[in-house]
């Protein structure tokens, strides 16, 4: 059975940092793309990043050059650092699993999410 557990959401003022964790079970982590999606409140779901079994990196606009996506094929876990953080980043930030052959920017079906993790930046 997946299971996708995110953790490492917090309050942050803007300009700061966080690093948001995502254990992952279930499936063959190592040979899976995956990816961040993020919702804020009413707003579509939003996707952030991905990262290929191999290590290539995806980006949305909006994110680039301030995320990094990473992940630890031997610990099952998959990272994303959030440096210079916006109020515009104030979201719930979920962890996917993507399934083969599909465009890097997919949104996964929801099954396929972990249950999310809150970042709220506000002063």
């Known amino acids: 059975e997946l299971q996708l557990v995110e953790s490492g959401g917090a309050l942050v003022k803007p300009g700061g940092s966080l690093r948001l964790s995502c254990a992952a079970s279930?499936?063959?982590?190592?040979?899976?793309?995956m990816s961040w999606l993020r919702q804020a409140p009413g707003k579509k779901v939003e996707w952030v990043a991905g990262?290929?079994?191999?290590?290539?990196?995806y980006y949305a606009d909006s994110v680039k050059g301030r995320f990094t996506i990473s992940r630890d094929n031997d610990k099952n876990t998959l990272y994303l650092q959030l440096n210079n953080l916006k109020t515009e980043d104030t979201a719930t930030y979920f962890c996917?699993?993507?399934?083969?052959?599909?465009?890097?920017?997919?949104?996964?079906?929801?099954?396929?999410w972990g249950q999310g993790t809150q970042v709220t930046v506000s002063s």
């Open positions: 996917t699993k993507v399934a083969d052959g599909v465009a890097v920017y997919t949104i996964p079906p929801r099954h396929d």
């Open positions: 990262i290929k079994a191999v290590g290539t990196q």
């Open positions: 279930g499936f063959p982590f190592s040979k899976t793309y």
